[in-house]
């Protein structure tokens, strides 16, 4: 923990708070928002890593994806790591705003064979996994396709139904169906 921006501090008859270490100023976030950011920044990286995906390969000017990518990244990470803007009303409308900006970058017509990488989460998710096989794939001229981490979640949760009570799955169902909505 100690490498981590985040530094765990407990009350008396309190719940725990996560502190802040960036920056000037000292920011807490309570351990509820704490598990919202998360979830949130499961989205937000699940838009960004399939939009990337669908933008790189037609850029006009390279790098242009990468330099929105981390515009963004900057910005909800600042959000995220301070539990700022935790609404599903804003994520929806964030998520709106950074497709439009996506939608901006100038592309070419070229249509490229879309190759879709499988496995195990290791395999599709780190590019140390896969040899950085997203990049190889661009580089021989097709688009590739990963689908989000939000995915193996709902597929968790779809997958306990079959092992649970009637009432336990209720809780399951019900996240499950949030989780659909927000996808």
């Not at 249509?111 to 096989?133: F, H």
């Not at 979640?153 to 009570?165: E, G, K, P, T």
Request: hydrophobic share 35%; net charge positive.
């Amino acid at each position: 923990l100690a490498s981590s921006p985040f530094t765990l501090r407990t009350q008396r008859s309190k719940e725990p708070r996560f502190t802040s270490l960036v920056g000037r100023r000292e920011r807490t976030c309570c351990s509820k928002s704490y598990s919202e950011s998360s979830l949130f920044a499961l989205f937000y990286g699940d838009l960004i890593m399939l939009l990337v995906q669908q933008v790189r390969p037609y850029e006009k000017r390279r790098g242009d994806t990468e330099r929105l990518r981390d515009r963004w990244l900057k910005k909800l990470g600042a959000e995220l790591k301070e539990c700022r803007r935790l609404d599903l009303n804003i994520m929806v409308n964030r998520f709106r705003t950074i497709t439009r900006s996506f939608k901006r970058i100038p592309r070419t017509d070229t249509p490229k064979q879309r190759i879709a990488l499988v496995g195990e989460l290791y395999t599709k998710y780190c590019s140390i996994g896969n040899w950085d096989m997203v990049r190889f794939i661009e580089e021989n001229g097709c688009e590739s396709f990963t689908n989000g981490l939000s995915w193996y979640v709902i597929y968790y949760i779809d997958a306990q139904l079959v092992r649970l009570r009637e009432i336990a799955a209720l809780g399951y169902r019900a996240a499950g169906l949030m989780l659909e909505r927000i996808q």
